[in-house]
């Protein structure tokens, strides 16, 4: 138990650290922080940034990027959610008119027709230090009513967060294409639910398993198709050695979530100029909690891991394999701490190495 005390203490201290650094979260509001609609000497806090802020805030639910308000519902019952005319606690509601529309996050439910919600874009607020923002603002509306002193908006319904849609997700149509010093990769991933493509990238290893490109990108695309492609020597500056074989592989963050295509292999064209008398390895498998590659896992491999989780460092290829310790494709806090009670030898191995045993 004082073990456990002290990792957990050891933890908190790496996050103060960290956050006296840089306040930061693990996914990204897609949505401006300040507007003006009225047009007067005041900003306001948007309804979309701020019921996106709530969702996560509140459930850890990151949102796609839906648009001005008035998409919202539409937008959420073709990406899966469930949605109706009821008004329930940790539900989003949403109403048209003014252009723009507007949501708001429900907090509670009194009876009825008659709700609390947490909300932004309040251009009444505008001039006073919330900028915009309401808390614990009450309302009777019925879906098909205008919002009370608002007669400009109507009530389209409610988002249900809790049971979002689960996302499954596809890759096909690959296809590679070299010749002696370069190579042409192509995928198409398909998911099941609309959403937000906020990461496409691609890991290249030669014959001994070394990685010898790498590269991130955040194409931008919301909707349930996204193509990826990549010119090695154009795009991550790799010039190709003749006759060699090579393994790549993509990935992708779809609605927060990482995703990572097969593993696969090419060998271009012409003689290689420096053979191998052995044939190649194949590429090393991770040795997990070792993120520095010292041959140990200690403490500094869980800092490594937590910094990655607070986004104030990107780990990629060999790095992220290695950190990603309970194999949920996600590097968080809770790595970072499976890794410091395998330092402290409380843990003989992780949960993503008897996952695959």
Known sequence: MKKIKKLISMLICMVLVLSSTMIVHSASN??????????????????????????????????????????????????????????????????????????????????GNTFTVNEGGRTDLDHTSSHGVAYGYQLTNAVGQSRPYDPGKTLLGFIYLTGSPSVSLSWSNSDCQYDTTNAYMYIEADTNVRGSFTEAGITVWNEAGGVVGTKSENPGITGTHLNV?????????????????YKYQ????????????????????????????????????????????????????????????????????????????????????ADALYILQKAAQMINTFPVENTKS
């Open 229 to 245: 492609w990549y010119n090695l020597t154009n795009e991550l500056g790799i010039v190709l050695q003749p006759g060699t074989t």
């Open 250 to 333: 993509f990935h992708i963050v779809f609605n927060g979530q990482r995703y990572k295509s097969s593993v696969m292999s090419f060998r271009t064209k012409g003689v290689n100029p420096n053979p191998s008398p052995e044939p190649s390895p194949s590429p090393k498998p991770p040795v997990y909690g070792d993120i520095d590659d010292d041959g140990y896992v200690t403490a500094a491999d869980a800092l490594c891991a937590l910094r990655h989780a607070a986004q104030l460092t990107v780990l990629e290829g060999d790095a992220f394999l290695a950190a990603d310790v309970n194999g949920d494709q996600q590097i968080t806090a």
């Open 30 to 111: 897609p949505y401006p922080t300040t507007q003006n609609v009225d047009g007067d000497a005041y900003y306001e806090i948007p309804c979309t940034w701020f019921a996106w802020q709530q969702a996560y805030d509140n459930l850890g639910i990151a949102l796609p990027a839906w648009g001005n308000a008035v998409n919202w519902f539409s937008n959420a019952q073709a990406a899966g959610y469930s949605t109706g005319s009821i008004p329930k606690a940790n539900s989003i509601a949403v109403w048209s008119g003014n252009t723009y529309g507007h949501v708001a996050y429900v907090t509670a439910v009194s009876g």
